[in-house]
Antibody, heavy 130, light 107 residues
Framework: EVQLVESGGGLIQPGRSLRLSCAGS????????LSWFRQPPGKGLEWVGY??????????NYAASVKDRFIISRDDSKGIAHLQMNSLKTEDTGVYFC?????????????????????WGKGTTVIVSS | DIQMTQSPSSLSASQGDRVIITCRAS??????LNWYRHKPGGAPELLIY???TLQSGVQSRVSGSGSGTEFTLTISSLQPEDFATYYC?????????FGQGTKLEIK
């Protein structure tokens, strides 16, 4: 069974750091990109950032709200990705999900590569509060 | 950023009904639109990608259509497991953005 499991959430004070982990199983971890999303309490889903597969240079990209504070990394040998969250703010509170990102080639999209998130974990909760 | 607007925000329906959820993008996203179902405490589930491609394992009573700025998700013959919140998401360009969600409740 293809599965992603997030861990590392908890209660943390503003300004501190926290590292979340995303463990994959049931598929070849190194083949796929990975993304992180979050859901603030009572709100909808937000994209946090992604890391592409090694074949695509492990390129990363982040939402403006977390850029320069959050870092996504991956260790394909262990089948784990991390979200390093620094300088945490109260507005970073929420459930954090990791996803497996699949690629399909379509000629109607710029660059040809279409990414979609086909597997999600159940999430881990981060509460930033003093 | 591309704004995604879903309607309705909530919907009450009965088992066996057909429902349609609409998603509008603030600019053209071609067919770069995904639909997810999300139940409280669970993992979001991919239903449709590239506007109309049914994800493997998803029942064929779920379908998607549209391109450009207007998209729809149709679920025919509602089953108990369909009562959840549905989100559209554009993956045309970062930041990937979502609609605000449509909560489908049992009438």
């Amino acid at each position: 069974e293809v599965q992603l499991v997030e861990s590392g959430g908890g209660l943390i004070q503003p300004g501190r750091s926290l590292r979340l982990s995303c463990a994959g199983s049931g598929f070849f971890f190194g083949d796929d990109g990975l993304s992180w999303f979050r859901q603030p309490p009572g709100k909808g889903l937000e994209w946090v950032g992604y890391i592409r597969a090694k074949a695509f240079g492990e390129a990363t990209n982040y939402a403006a709200s977390v850029k320069d504070r959050f870092i996504i990394s991956r260790d394909d040998s262990k089948g784990i990705a991390h979200l390093q969250m620094n300088s945490l703010k109260t507005e970073d509170t929420g459930v954090y999900f990791c996803t497996r990102d699949r690629i399909r080639y379509f000629d109607w999209i710029p660059g040809g590569y279409y990414y979609y998130m086909d597997v999600w974990g159940k999430g881990t909760t981060v509460i930033v509060s003093s | 950023d591309i704004q995604m607007t879903q309607s309705p925000s909530s919907l009450s329906a009965s088992q066996g009904d057909r429902v349609i959820i609409t998603c509008r993008a603030s600019q053209s996203i071609s067919k770069s639109l995904n639909w997810y179902r999300h139940k409280p405490g669970g993992a979001p589930e991919l239903l449709i990608y590239a506007a109309s491609t049914l994800q493997s394992g998803v029942q064929s009573r779920v379908s998607g259509s549209g391109s450009g700025t207007e998209f729809t998700l149709t679920i025919s013959s509602l089953q108990p497991e369909d009562f959840a919140t549905y989100y559209c998401q554009q993956s045309y360009i970062t930041p990937y953005t979502f609609g605000q969600g449509t909560k489908l409740e049992i009438k």
